[in-house]
């Protein structure tokens, strides 16, 4: 039979504060003292570890990994979104995935960001387009390359586009963006 230990043993884990102010003393005089001292404040190292899932979109995820782009496609009404979307929104129907890597696309508009998220503060300022497909229903949001954000033009709008794919795949929708067609990108 082991023998339970008679106290908590102690590490440096964690954190270390010190000089915090206390009474010697606790008469009335010292209780108040206490109502009115400044609040503790501890600063420490925080670090999570988050799993998620994309549950029924991972396909849409692991084709961008394997630079195709998909979308989703109700088989009763045909009815087709540029983005991920495991079944149907009006019939809750199963959606069937289809191909559009190479179905013609083009902008149908576009904004210049000129501030961003922390992640994207540094590439500022960059194009943020909607792109339209060919027999598709929906736009797809996502960011142009090649085109200079400093002179933006209203010519864009229309303008034929093409995917390409990050090398090293983070698994975002950002592993995909889109080029001018025929642009050197």
Same mark, same amino acid.
Not at 13 to 25: A, E, K, L, R
Not at 59 to 78: H, I, Q, V
């Given at each position: @039979? ?6 908590? *043993? /102690? !590490? ?8 915090? +102010?206390?009474?010697?003393?606790? *008469?009335? /005089? $010292?209780?108040?003292?206490? &109502? ?25 995820? %692991? $084709? ?6 998909? %979308? ?8 087709? !979104? $540029? ?5 149907? @929104?009006?019939?809750? %129907? ?14 149908? %508009?576009? !904004? ?5 998220? /922390? ?14 497909? /060919? ?6 949001? !996502?960011?142009? @390359?090649?085109?200079? +954000?400093? $002179? ?6 229309? @303008? ?11 698994? &975002? +929708? ?12």
């Amino acid at each position: @039979m082991s023998k339970l230990p008679s106290q908590r *043993d /102690e !590490t440096l884990g964690g954190y270390i504060v010190h000089g915090i +102010p206390f009474p010697v003393s606790m *008469d009335e /005089e $010292a209780l108040e003292f206490l &109502k009115k001292m400044a609040p503790i404040q501890i600063e420490q190292e925080y670090k999570i570890t988050y799993l998620h899932s994309y549950g029924q979109d991972s396909p849409w995820f %692991a $084709a961008l990994t394997n630079k195709r782009l998909l %979308a989703s496609r109700d088989p009763e009404s045909g009815y087709t !979104t $540029a983005n991920p979307r495991g079944h149907d @929104m009006y019939s809750g %129907a199963e959606t069937k995935w289809i191909d559009i890597t190479n179905v013609p696309a083009h902008v149908h %508009a576009f !904004t210049v960001c000129y501030f961003g998220s /922390e992640e994207f503060l540094p590439e500022c300022p960059f194009v943020l387009a909607l792109i339209g497909f /060919e027999g598709v229903n929906t736009l797809l949001l !996502t960011r142009i @390359m090649g085109v200079d +954000p400093d $002179a933006p033009s209203l010519d864009w709008i229309g @303008m034929e586009v093409k995917p390409k794919f990050l090398r090293n795949s983070k698994l &975002k +929708p950002t592993d995909v963006y889109f080029v001018p067609k025929g642009g050197e990108q």
